[in-house]
T-cell receptor, first 114, second 114 residues
Framework: DTGVSQDPRHKITKRGQNVTFRCDPI?????LYWYRQTLGQGPEFLTY????????KSRLLSDRFSAERPKGSFSTLEIQRTEQGDSAMYLC????????????FGPGTRLTVL | AQSVTQLGSHVSVSEGALVLLRCNYS??????LFWYVQYPNQGLQLLLK??????LVKGINGFEAEFKKSETSFHLTKPSAHMSDAAEYFC????????????FGQGTRLTINP
């Protein structure tokens, strides 16, 4: 299966700890997105990469959040000094310019901050 | 700014009955429109998309949606519900240019009664 993969699937951490999530997009996709989904809500956009360049960030992405895509392939999302409000599902999606923005989603990483 | 409103956070139908999930959007320019389905603890799977071609769009699993510009609507239908259709459904809109990030509605939980 060559879909979008995310690791880990679940993460439980204590408040104040740092966490890092990884996303591996579909190999030929140069666009990569991160979204956050809280319980009972639709996903909300966090940030967007085209190749290795981070071209857009939501105001939801506070200073404690940082994302990278160093070689234009996989991406990481780091949250520093986690807070209970960071508990959510973090979804990664990728797409190709020729697919009219059909974004393919990974299974998500569910973060629980205690 | 773009937005999506899904009317009804919870819809319940009998097996074999018509499924109708409502979505209205707000966009200053003709957008791309999408319906995604999410099963518990999973990522999102694309059901269908409207990308300025035919206004009646057919998707997977027997679903279809009609783009009505005058009503700014993109309602999702299925003639006969199946138990396996029980899931969360999200309508989303994106721009044709730039990041083309998805803006999602709040979601509609579909329950199928035997």
């Amino acid at each position: 299966d060559t879909g979008v993969s995310q690791d880990p699937r679940h993460k439980i951490t204590k408040r104040g700890q740092n966490v890092t999530f990884r996303c591996d997009p579909i190999s030929e996709h140069n666009r990569l997105y991160w979204y956050r989904q809280t319980l009972g809500q639709g996903p909300e956009f966090l940030t967007y990469f085209q190749n290795e360049a981070q071209l857009e960030k939501s105001r939801l992405l506070s200073d404690r959040f940082s994302a990278e895509r160093p070689k234009g392939s996989f991406s990481t999302l780091e949250i520093q000094r986690t807070e209970q409000g960071d508990s959510a599902m973090y979804l990664c999606a990728s797409s190709s310019p020729g697919q009219r923005n059909e974004q393919f989603f990974g299974p998500g990483t569910r973060l629980t901050v205690l | 700014a773009q937005s999506v409103t899904q009317l009804g956070s919870h819809v319940s139908v009998s097996e074999g009955a018509l499924v109708l999930l409502r979505c209205n959007y707000s966009s200053s320019v003709p957008p791309y429109l999408f319906w995604y389905v999410q099963y518990p603890n999973q990522g999102l799977q694309l059901l269908l998309k409207y990308t300025s071609a035919a206004t009646l769009v057919k998707g997977i699993n027997g679903f279809e949606a009609e783009f009505k510009k005058s009503e700014t609507s993109f309602h999702l239908t299925k003639p006969s519900a199946h138990m396996s259709d029980a899931a969360e459904y999200f309508c989303a809109v994106s721009d044709l240019r730039g990041a083309q990030k998805l803006v999602f509605g709040q979601g509609t939980r579909l329950t199928i009664n035997p």
